[in-house]
Nanobody, 127 residues
Framework: QVQLVESGGGSVQAGESLTLSCTVS????????MGWFRQTPGKEREGVEI???????SYADSVEGRFTISQDNAKTTLYLQMYNLKPEDTAMYYC?????????????????????WGQGTQVTVSS
């Protein structure tokens, strides 16, 4: 069983920064994709940024140049550094893991392929 626990959400002003963290416990296959999704009420969950175990990443066009995904060396913590936040970034952010063979891009686009989800952390950006 894998557990994902997010932290770091909060309320900020437009233009400010936040870093989300996701603590990973349990057995993660050597081949996997880890990343972040977000969701607002009434909308589908959308991929934000994904990193595959081979180091490749994929991100949504809306966060290009502003968000960066990373992991610690032990691969027990996943981060999402968010810069220049905009009101449209307001959402519940979820840590996600797909175990087994995967590509970062397909995982970003297909939330149904996620194996495990965290409980979410709220990010609110005011103008």
């Amino acid at each position: 069983q894998v557990q994902l626990v997010e932290s770091g959400g909060g309320s900020v002003q437009a233009g400010e920064s936040l870093t989300l963290s996701c603590t990973v416990s349990g057995y993660i296959y050597s081949r996997n994709c880890m990343g972040w999704f977000r969701q607002t009420p009434g909308k589908e969950r959308e991929g934000v940024e994904i990193i595959a175990s081979d180091g490749t990443t994929s991100y949504a066009d809306s966060v290009e140049g502003r968000f960066t995904i990373s992991q610690d060396n032990a691969k027990t913590t996943l981060y999402l550094q968010m810069y220049n936040l905009k009101p449209e970034d307001t959402a519940m952010y979820y840590c996600a893991a797909r175990l087994g063979s995967c590509s970062a891009y397909v995982t970003l686009m297909r939330s149904e392929r996620i194996t495990y989800w965290g409980q979410g952390t709220q990010v609110t950006v005011s103008s």
